[in-house]
């Protein structure tokens, strides 16, 4: 199978960037779109995130080999019933959501019958919006495809290639699994992050603003990850609040072990566990997944 058009449900920075990374690398692709709030369709048109932006989503899925819906996880059951009317009988059905278990599930009973591929690109920034998007967003970074049980191998080809043909790294992964990976590798690091911004925020007023004004570049790096969107993430803890909960309970055990060696002075516990966790930084950047140089690459004044 070759997918010659696709529709793009969700407009802002990840739907944006899909759209132009397939103007840069994939022009062969006809491209429409819609977004439910008017004034980012506006935008997108006028930015040109995709070679069409429709009123309605039924239109803008009429002629398309693929659908991508890119909307929060908890809106995935309603953007696929809007498309529903409008859709081919042979189209795919995909979608970019953090959680796949919940997302294949409410996917399948508002589409029973279509071909749905759910799939996550592991890429993103803190910003959102139909200005966020760019054509490089996902250059290099990991795809992760769930497919369900019997799939057509055809169109999971059409689909792993879809991706590669944008920069990804494709990886197929049970759906299961990949809430657990992600829950450890980016869902609990998002809940700390906000935990630990609005802990210091309710403490602006015992240390006379001095956390935001004397912020070093540890909290500087938290308040980045809390300022995502805040409708994606909780839609994402509520949608794979199983995993999630799961890998707090060990995360809670492991602070409370550390919290032990702190109190009872027991710097070998510390200085292991710091060598352990430099030892992934290095593995991470090997990987190709962030930047070796100092201060995450920042340039001074950044």
Request: aromatic share 6%; glycine share 10%; charged share 20%.
């Amino acid at each position: 199978m070759t997918i010659r058009s696709l529709a793009i449900i969700g407009l802002g920075l990840l739907g944006g960037s899909i759209g132009l990374a397939v103007k840069a690398r994939a022009p062969q692709i006809a491209t429409t779109g819609w977004d439910r709030d008017p004034a980012v369709r506006a935008r997108a048109a006028e930015r040109g995130l995709v070679g069409t932006v429709h009123d309605t989503p039924e239109a803008a899925v009429a002629d398309a080999d693929l659908v991508i819906l890119c909307v929060p996880v908890g809106a995935m059951g309603d953007a696929a019933r809007a498309i529903a009317p409008g859709l081919k009988p042979d189209a795919i059905i995909s979608d970019v959501g953090s959680s796949k278990e919940a997302v294949a599930a409410a996917l399948a009973q508002a589409l029973p019958g279509a071909c749905i591929i759910p799939a996550h690109p592991v890429a993103g920034t803190e910003q959102s919006g139909p200005d966020a998007g760019f054509a490089t967003l996902f250059a290099g970074r990991w795809c992760i495809i769930t497919p369900p049980e019997g799939v057509d191998p055809a169109r999971l080809e059409a689909l792993s290639d879809f991706w590669t043909s944008l920069g990804s790294k494709v990886e197929l992964m049970d759906a299961a699994h990949h809430d657990l990976v992600l829950a450890v590798t980016s869902h609990i690091p998002h809940l700390i992050a906000y935990t630990i911004v609005g802990t210091a925020s309710d403490l602006e007023d015992v240390t006379q603003s001095e956390v935001i004004k004397y912020s070093a570049g540890g909290f500087r790096d938290f308040t980045r990850i809390a300022a995502s969107d805040p409708v994606m993430w909780r839609d994402v803890f509520l949608t794979n609040k199983g995993a999630v909960l799961e890998m707090l309970g060990r995360f809670t055990e492991d602070l409370t072990a550390l919290q032990r060696a702190i109190r009872s002075g027991d710097g070998d516990t510390l200085f292991d566990l710091f060598t352990r966790t430099r030892a992934i930084r290095r593995a991470v950047i090997e990987q190709g997944q962030d930047d070796e140089r100092p201060d995450f690459g920042r340039g001074h004044g950044e």
